[in-house]
T-cell receptor, first 113, second 110 residues
Framework: DAGVIQSPRHEVTEMGQEVTLRCKPI?????LFWYRQTMMRGLELLIY????????DSGMPEDRFSAKMPNASFSTLKIQPSEPRDSAVYFC???????????FGQGTRLTVV | EDQVTQSPEALRLQEGESSSLNCSYT??????LFWYRQDPGKGPEFLFT???AGEEKEKERLKATLTKKESFLHITAPKPEDSATYLC???????????FGKGTHLIIQP
């Protein structure tokens, strides 16, 4: 398996624009997580899905952020409108079950100018 | 609220100089303590999961141990390729997502 695949690897956008980050989890994994990593706050959980259903979105910073998982092999994280403080590395991770180890993608480095 | 504190923030060792990284945690109902390695520009790479106090796991030069309040990652005779940021995370009883520490940035000098 190729592992968790994220796209794009890098994204530079202007403040106010919509940004969509994409993730393909490992085949057969039932849980998917979105994290954000910054120097100041480290890795923070934004939202996670179990069997394509959002279970906990309490980490989503505000209504500008939304996430979907239309099927078992695809998820998106959308920011609209984007702001400079959203600049960070966004990671997607998947796990076989909700209580097993998670495997991370390579991340999307987002820069909002 | 689950909390994870890692120390030291950074550690520089000579090749072959063994040491330990610390991960202190507070969690309601531990359902796993996880160690990851992260190289610059890459995602965290899974190393170990520990579930109960007294448990130990080993992989090459790395050994992870767990008590009721903390975990240690012991590095024996490290090599330059062991240089990375090591992250500790916990899964508590209240949620399935992981709570991460800020990591220890380890540099092994040849």
């Amino acid at each position: 398996d190729a592992g968790v695949i994220q796209s794009p690897r890098h994204e530079v956008t202007e403040m106010g624009q919509e940004v969509t980050l994409r993730c393909k989890p490992i085949s057969g994994h039932n849980s998917l997580f979105w994290y954000r990593q910054t120097m100041m706050r480290g890795l923070e959980l934004l939202i996670y899905f179990n069997n394509n259903v959002p279970i906990d979105d309490s980490g989503m910073p505000e209504d500008r952020f939304s996430a979907k998982m239309p099927n078992a092999s695809f998820s998106t994280l959308k920011i609209q409108p984007s702001e400079p403080r959203d600049s960070a590395v966004y990671f997607c991770a998947s796990s076989l079950a909700s209580d097993t180890e998670a495997f991370f993608g390579q991340g999307t480095r987002l820069t909002v100018v | 609220e689950d909390q994870v504190t890692q120390s030291p923030e950074a550690l520089r060792l000579q090749e072959g100089e063994s040491s330990s990284l610390n991960c202190s945690y507070t969690v309601s109902g531990l359902r796993g303590l996880f160690w990851y390695r992260q190289d610059p520009g890459k995602g965290p790479e899974f190393l170990f999961t520990l579930y109960s106090a007294g448990e130990e796991k080993e992989k090459e030069r790395l050994k992870a141990t767990l008590t009721k309040k903390e975990s240690f990652l012991h590095i024996t005779a490290p090599k330059p390729e062991d240089s990375a940021t090591y992250l500790c995370a916990v899964r508590g009883g209240g949620a399935d997502g992981l709570t991460f520490g800020k990591g220890t940035h380890l540099i092994i000098q040849p």
